[in-house]
C-alpha cells in the first residue's frame, strides 16, 4: 500500500489525450491525464467516466448542453451519452472508469489509445 501523489504523477509526462492509470481499485482505473484542445465526439456503451479537474477549467460539451468543470470539481457522464471534452488552456484531470475502458468509446482514431502506461 502506497499513496499517490497526483501532481507528481501529472509532472511525469506532457503529451495531451493519453491516459496513465495511477491507480485501480475493484475493477475501476483511476488515470491522470492532460487536455489541451478539443477530443472528440464518442460515447461508451457500458461505462459511466468520472472526470475530475485538478487544475483548470474543462468544457464537457454534450448534445444538448455545455457544462464547465472547475479546479475541485468533477462530472460523471452516463453511459451511452455522447460528449466531448475541450479545454481552451492545459487542463489536468482524474479520470475513473472501469479497467478496459477505451478513451475513444467505440470509435478508433488519432486519440484511441488501447494500451495505457502505468506509473
Known amino acids: ?6 501532481a507528481e504523477k501529472l509532472s511525469l509526462f506532457s503529451d495531451y ?5 495511477i491507480g485501480e ?3 475501476q482505473q483511476v488515470k491522470a491525464v492532460k487536455l ?3 477530443f472528440v465526439w464518442h460515447h461508451h ?10 487544475k483548470g477549467i474543462l468544457t464537457m460539451e454534450l448534445r ?5 468543470i472547475h479546479e475541485g470539481e468533477f462530472l460523471i457522464v ?7 471534452p475541450v479545454a481552451r488552456e492545459e487542463v ?24 495505457l502506461e502505468k506509473l
Open 1 to 6: 500500500m502506497q499513496k499517490v501523489n497526483i
Open 17 to 21: 489525450y493519453n491516459p496513465r492509470i
Open 25 to 27: 481499485l475493484n475493477g
Open 36 to 38: 489541451k484542445g478539443e
Open 45 to 54: 456503451d457500458n461505462e459511466d467516466e468520472l472526470f475530475m479537474v485538478i
Open 64 to 68: 444538448d448542453k455545455i457544462i464547465d
Open 78 to 84: 452516463p453511459r451511452g451519452t455522447e460528449h466531448k
Open 92 to 115: 489536468h484531470i482524474l479520470l475513473f472508469e472501469p479497467a478496459g475502458t477505451v478513451n475513444t468509446g467505440g470509435e478508433q482514431n488519432e486519440f484511441t489509445r488501447n494500451v
